[in-house]
Antibody, heavy 116, light 107 residues
Framework: EVQLVESGGGLVQPGGSLRLSCAAS????????MHWVRQTPGKGLVWVSL????????SYADSVKGRFTISRDNAKNTLYLQMNSLRAEDTAVFYC?????????WGQGTLVTVSS | EIVMTQSPATLSVSPGERATLSCRAS??????LAWYQQKPGQAPRLLIY???TRATGIPARFSGSGSGTEFTLTISSLQSEDFAVYYC?????????FGQGTKVEIK
């Protein structure tokens, strides 16, 4: 059974940092591009970042460029999102998802709340 | 950035009836369009990719059509488990973008 399990969310003050993790199982993680997508009630689903299979190529939404860093450890079957300089508008549920274009596998999401 | 616009925002349908959801792109995305279903507290579930190809395990009552800028998701006979929010997503131009969703509710 394919599983993606996010962790690392929580409450953080504006300007703070968090590191999200996504543990993958049930499929060959190292063969799949991976994404982070976030969701808020007001803005719906918004793509955040993408990483290729070996981690050598990454892309970011303009809203997080320079503040967020996506990475992966294929030996540990884990995807990461390092989030720095967090803002109130980064408050969302963050999902990891597989695939380069559309995403067949999604995690259950982890909530990030940025508030003082 | 390509803007995806879904209509209607809410669709009230009786069980057993047909539901037709629309998605429009601000410029052509060819057939590089996916549809997802999301229920409260759950992650999105892939239904359709390539505008018309059903994902693994998706019932035949779900069908997608369209290309370019106009797309449709049709649910031929709504079942109780189909009441949810549906999103379209383009993957033709970076960054990938989603529509704002159509909520299908029980009439």
């Amino acid at each position: 059974e394919v599983q993606l399990v996010e962790s690392g969310g929580g409450l953080v003050q504006p300007g703070g940092s968090l590191r999200l993790s996504c543990a993958a199982s049930g499929f060959t993680f190292s063969n799949h591009w991976m994404h982070w997508v976030r969701q808020t009630p007001g803005k719906g689903l918004v793509w955040v970042s993408l990483i290729n299979t070996d981690g050598s190529s990454t892309s970011y939404a303009d809203s997080v460029k320079g503040r967020f860093t996506i990475s992966r450890d294929n030996a540990k079957n884990t995807l990461y999102l390092q989030m720095n300089s967090l803002r109130a508008e980064d408050t969302a549920v963050f999902y990891c998802a597989s695939g380069y274009s559309y995403s067949e596998y999604w995690g259950q999401g982890t909530l990030v709340t940025v508030s003082s | 950035e390509i803007v995806m616009t879904q209509s209607p925002a809410t669709l009230s349908v009786s069980p057993g009836e047909r539901a037709t959801l629309s998605c429009r792109a601000s410029q052509s995305v060819r057939s590089n369009l996916a549809w997802y279903q999301q229920k409260p507290g759950q992650a999105p579930r892939l239904l359709i990719y390539g505008a018309s190809t059903r994902a693994t395990g998706i019932p035949a009552r779900f069908s997608g059509s369209g290309s370019g800028t106009e797309f449709t998701l049709t649910i031929s006979s709504l079942q109780s488990e189909d009441f949810a929010v549906y999103y379209c997503q383009q993957y033709n131009n970076w960054p990938w973008t989603f529509g704002q969703g159509t909520k299908v509710e029980i009439k």
